[in-house]
């Protein structure tokens, strides 16, 4: 139990933190969920037309992956630094440092997804009259949803995580108040403001897990479909004691004993 005065002895756990510096938590939590939001959202409109040239330019395909990941390979610090000349010491230098970091996730899974569209299904399509958006939007992209979906679920959990780190210019979030716990040795603000971000990262995956699910319900239909035929493919399997041969071996011994 945290007391009265928790935050004169420096304790971990303190309640009137949290009650004192209530607005302090709140701006910061906004700040993280917003440029965490801004990031995202930048990184799938960039990230979607790469994947398509990619897909439809095989020539192009090695120049976009590999692009994307010598980016994510660049530290933070050093790509804010990179960045910095242009855009000075604002929110938009850690928004666009964190967009190039999405953008390897979600042009590889954006990519993975569209190149598993079976062609079955792109072929039934044009025969049926539709042309290359039409394709794309009402055929591709859904089939290619549950790949686009978990993309974004890793690259917004990173970028949570990632976030933090824009507390060195001073635009964090939670990684500001991270930082200046430190600094002063707050212990209360660094457990609570780590807990928090912990807590979005936690949030942000279930949210857009749930989305996931609400979007793309065949999936789960296909699951339970495969558990069901698997569990009667063991019940009728010849060598179990229930399956076939188990009931031939049964009728044999009521046979035997009438006669």
């Not at 939001?37 to 976009?64: C, E, M, T, W």
């Not at 044009?126 to 978990?150: F, I, N, S």
């Not at 200046?180 to 949030?203: I, N, P, R, W, Y």
Request: net charge positive; proline share 5%.
């Amino acid at each position: 139990m945290s007391s009265p005065n928790c935050m004169v002895t420096n304790e971990w756990v303190c309640g009137e933190y949290l009650r004192t510096r209530r607005p302090e938590l709140v701006d910061a939590v906004v700040q993280h969920i917003g440029i965490t939001a801004a990031s995202v959202v930048i990184g799938v409109l960039i990230a979607f037309p790469l994947a398509l040239l990619a897909r439809r330019r095989r020539a192009f395909a090695g120049p976009v992956l590999g692009l994307t990941t010598v980016l994510y390979t660049i530290p933070s610090l050093a790509m804010f630094s990179l960045l910095l000349p242009l855009f000075g010491l604002s929110a938009s230098l850690v928004i666009t440092g964190l967009v190039l970091y999405t953008l390897t996730i979600l042009v590889r899974n954006f990519l993975a997804g569209l190149q598993a569209v079976p062609d079955e299904a792109r072929e039934a399509a044009r025969g049926m009259g539709y042309g290359p958006v039409r394709l794309l939007w009402e055929v591709e992209l859904p089939l290619a949803l549950p790949a686009v979906l978990a993309g974004v679920r890793i690259a917004t959990v990173s970028t949570v995580a990632l976030t933090t780190v824009g507390a060195i210019v001073d635009y964090g979030g939670l990684g500001t108040l991270i930082m200046d716990g430190l600094d002063s040795d707050f212990k209360a603000q660094v457990l609570t403001a780590s807990v928090l971000c912990v807590l979005l990262a936690v949030g942000a995956d279930l949210l857009l897990l749930g989305l996931q699910r609400w979007l793309t319900p065949w999936t789960r239909v296909a699951s339970g479909t495969s558990r069901i035929r698997r569990r009667t493919d063991r019940s009728s399997s010849p060598d179990r004691p229930g399956g076939a041969s188990g009931d031939t071996e049964r009728r044999k011994e009521k046979a035997a004993q009438a006669a």
